[in-house]
């Protein structure tokens, strides 16, 4: 069971809290978490692009001119794609691009890119995460105080409509919660900030 410190809002050390290896020291599978990662993105397409072919353009089918002693190119039909309001070849069609993964699978990559995360020293625990005020330069000073490097992820188990104010002019700074995380989230972010109570959360939802 690793033992990590825990930090206030001002990156002050004020405790520490025991983290279980069940949760926070599985091995790591580059395989399952790019499987996942890219299921995930697949998901996120919407599939509605389209466009039409030759053959279904409006217009017809007559030669615009005839085959030969014009000097012009040979054509067959103003419906070409090679003419202004033809058909576009190979046309985009709706179509879904959903992959389905099943929840050990996610469970597990979830759990391998958190260890992942920690034992690279990526990985922050914090007493809370709120502010007083949705300001934004109390998100920065938060940045600021932890001297980041990268992109930030902060973990959290409430919905907090002074948070999504707070954070939501800083690019480098993203919120989700529990029930929301993914694994996606969790690469596509150089560094990940726990909240103690959403440690919690993880081991109630993600434990066996």
Same mark, same amino acid.
């Given at each position: 069971?690793?033992k990590?410190?825990?930090y206030?809002?001002?990156?002050k050390e004020?405790?520490?809290?025991n983290?279980?290896?069940?949760?926070?020291?599985v091995e790591?599978?580059e395989?399952l978490?790019h499987?996942v990662?890219?299921?995930?993105?697949a998901?996120?397409?919407q599939?509605?692009k389209s466009?039409l072919?030759?053959?279904?353009?409006r217009g017809?089918?007559?030669k615009?001119w005839?085959q030969k002693?014009t000097?012009r190119?040979?054509?067959?039909s103003t419906?070409?794609?090679?003419?202004?309001?033809g058909g576009v070849?190979f046309?985009p069609k709706p179509?879904?691009?959903s992959?389905k993964?099943?929840k050990?699978?996610k469970r597990?990559?979830?759990l391998?890119?958190?260890?992942?995360k920690?034992?690279?020293?990526? @990985?922050v +625990?914090v007493?809370?995460?709120?502010?007083? $005020?949705? =300001?934004?330069?109390? &998100?920065?000073?938060? *940045?600021?105080?932890?001297?980041?490097n990268g992109? @930030?992820? +902060?973990?959290?188990?409430v919905?907090?409509? $002074?948070? =999504?104010?707070?954070t &939501?002019?800083?690019? *480098?700074?993203?919120?989700?919660e529990v029930?929301?995380l993914n +694994?996606y989230?969790?690469?596509?972010n150089? $560094?990940i900030?726990l909240?103690?109570s959403?440690?919690k959360?993880?081991?109630?939802?993600?434990?066996e």
């Amino acid at each position: 069971m690793a033992k990590v410190k825990v930090y206030n809002m001002q990156a002050k050390e004020v405790g520490q809290v025991n983290l279980p290896d069940e949760l926070f020291a599985v091995e790591y599978n580059e395989p399952l978490i790019h499987e996942v990662v890219v299921a995930y993105n697949a998901n996120q397409r919407q599939g509605t692009k389209s466009a039409l072919t030759r053959s279904e353009v409006r217009g017809h089918a007559k030669k615009p001119w005839r085959q030969k002693g014009t000097g012009r190119a040979r054509q067959g039909s103003t419906k070409g794609p090679q003419w202004t309001g033809g058909g576009v070849v190979f046309a985009p069609k709706p179509r879904d691009f959903s992959k389905k993964v099943n929840k050990q699978k996610k469970r597990y990559a979830l759990l391998s890119a958190l260890s992942t995360k920690l034992a690279q020293n990526e @990985v922050v +625990v914090v007493d809370k995460f709120a502010f007083e $005020n949705p =300001k934004t330069k109390e &998100a920065k000073a938060f *940045v600021d105080a932890f001297k980041f490097n990268g992109s @930030v992820l +902060v973990v959290n188990d409430v919905n907090d409509a $002074n948070i =999504k104010r707070a954070t &939501a002019n800083l690019p *480098v700074l993203s919120i989700e919660e529990v029930d929301n995380l993914n +694994v996606y989230e969790v690469v596509a972010n150089k $560094n990940i900030v726990l909240t103690q109570s959403a440690i919690k959360s993880i081991e109630e939802a993600y434990a066996e």
